[in-house]
């Protein structure tokens, strides 16, 4: 079953859980219909970012495309939540007609989640994947900070930096 956000009132990514143990999710509300993707980190990261390099390359192109900015949206995802399916995939497009960023989410085949959805499709205007990218970006950040030296995580009980050539000390607390 395919659920189609055409002009979706709010379309954002957030967390569930404790830095370290956090589901990702992307959810988007148009009217009474909602949806929840769980997503890994890196694909919402990811996900931001190019939708940024997207809007930039057409505002340098001459379109009338709005600035960077802080997120204007920072509240917690809409209750209830249920998440309709772990994304396998995402596809992401510019449609010119449009004047808009459509985002395609797909499911792995095994999942642990039960749903008929097979397909998440959601149309985002300029200003609308503005928002999204700079939330993303956001929320990624807000998890647990890295180390400058190996670049994995930083858990609350210490580091073992595995750029410390097999030295089992802390560099970092």
């Not at 148009?30 to 390359?57: C, F, M, N, P, Y």
């Not at 956001?138 to 190996?150: F, H, K, L, N």
Request: glycine share 8%.
């Amino acid at each position: 079953m395919l659920k189609e956000f055409r002009h979706p009132d709010r379309c954002v990514v957030g967390t569930v859980g404790e830095p370290g143990r956090r589901l990702f999710l992307i959810q988007v509300a148009q009217g009474h219909s909602i949806a929840a993707v769980a997503v890994e980190k890196e694909q919402a990261q990811l996900l931001g970012r190019r939708l940024t390099e997207i809007l930039d390359q057409l505002a340098a192109l001459g379109e009338p495309i709005p600035d960077a900015h802080e997120p204007r949206d920072m509240g917690p995802l809409d209750a209830p939540l249920s998440v309709d399916f772990r994304a396998g995939a995402i596809g992401l497009a510019w449609d010119a007609g449009r004047m808009a960023a459509q985002i395609e989410l797909f499911p792995l085949e095994e999942s642990d989640f039960e749903t008929d959805t097979t397909l998440v499709q959601i149309w985002l205007t300029p200003s609308k994947a503005r928002e999204f990218a700079a939330r993303a970006e956001a929320v990624v950040a807000s998890g647990r900070p890295t180390c400058p030296v190996c670049a994995q995580p930083l858990g609350p009980e210490g580091h073992i930096c595995p750029r410390a050539n097999g030295y089992r000390s802390r560099l970092f607390p």
